[in-house]
């Protein structure tokens, strides 16, 4: 326990994985994994991966701007967070199959070509970038490969949030503005840190 109370490093890992999991598939599977169970299973990881996303998002701004133990424990389990959110979003994705494989014109109608290529794209970043969270693979490829592959990584993964909890948000889904407007101030918040870093000459991973 770190001292704000909060789990930290694996143990925080362990303990969010199994809340994701509990959650995420006890539900759906509660309901013989129907089509519609699967699809609320699929928001709800979607939105547990936004949460942890944001929090190893902003962790070094929030430090730097608003010292304090909360903002060091972000900082201090930054690696954690990001892995808990592969981790969510690796149940995301099963679940996505399953729902194809459950629903497979519900999943045609709403999916598109732009959306699995994006998707994929993410996916693949969330892959690399948390294989390299480990030392040795940091290692391997070196602190500014490092630095590249993190910051294009996170960035992206930014931007596909908010165009898919944009258009969730323009159907008429008032959690999703609520979870855009959080995107927006996490965005803020790496700016101004940026720029209040002497001597930063790129923004903070």
Same mark, same amino acid.
């Given at each position: ?5 909060? @789990? ?9 994985? *199994? ?21 609320? $299973? ?39 967070? =990001? ?53 040795? @693979?940091?290692?391997?490829? =070196? ?8 910051? #294009? ?19 008429? $889904? ?9 995107? *927006?101030?996490?965005? #803020? ?14 923004? @903070?991973?």
């Amino acid at each position: 326990m770190s001292d704000t109370g909060f @789990p930290s490093g694996w143990r925080f890992f362990w303990l969010s994985s *199994a809340v994701v999991l509990v959650i995420g598939i006890g539900v759906p599977a509660a309901h013989g994994f129907e089509t519609d169970a699967l699809r609320w $299973g699929i928001r709800f990881t979607a939105r547990s991966s936004a949460v942890l996303f944001l929090l190893a998002f902003v962790a070094s701004a929030m430090v730097r701007l608003f010292p304090s133990a909360p903002s060091r424990w972000l900082r201090a389990n930054r690696r954690h967070l =990001g892995l808990a959110f592969a981790f969510s979003h690796g149940v995301h994705a099963g679940q996505i199959i399953a729902y194809a494989s459950q629903g497979p014109q519900q999943y045609a109608a709403a999916v598109t070509p732009d959306m699995i290529i994006a998707g994929s794209i993410g996916y693949a970043l969330i892959i690399l970038m948390a294989a390299t969270s480990f030392q040795r @693979p940091a290692a391997m490829i =070196g602190r500014s490969a490092w630095s590249i592959l993190h910051l #294009a990584g996170i960035s992206w993964l930014w931007l596909q949030f908010v165009i898919a909890f944009g258009k969730r948000a323009a159907m008429g $889904g008032p959690i999703y503005w609520f979870f855009l407007g959080l995107f *927006a101030v996490a965005l #803020a918040l790496r700016i101004v840190a940026w720029r209040r870093s002497a001597g930063q000459t790129s923004l @903070p991973t």
